[in-house]
């Protein structure tokens, strides 16, 4: 949906937005044309584990309340904004 913003309309804030760190988490999802997103497959715990090792801002987990990963990223100490 905001891939088809039409360019005139991508301020700062559309590009930091696109740019900015995630890993969407999917075992379906081929690519992605946001830059700053990496497609993970792996187990969403061990990652969540190796994330939190490294000095990094605040994880956040967003989603839906059904994702698989929900309750093991919250054990963990994450931030959940569903």
Known sequence: ?????PA???DEGWNRMTTTPGWPFSHTLETTNWPG???VRDDLVGF?????????????TL???RS????????LGCSIHI
Not at 1 to 5: A, I, K, S
């Open 48 to 60: 969540v584990r190796e994330l939190k090792r490294t000095d990094g801002p605040e994880l956040r």
């Open 68 to 75: 698989k990963g929900c309750d093991r990223s919250y054990a």
């Open 37 to 39: 997103l990496k497609i």
């Open 8 to 10: 005139e309309a991508r």
């Open 63 to 65: 989603g839906s309340q």
């Open 1 to 5: 949906m905001l891939e088809e913003l």
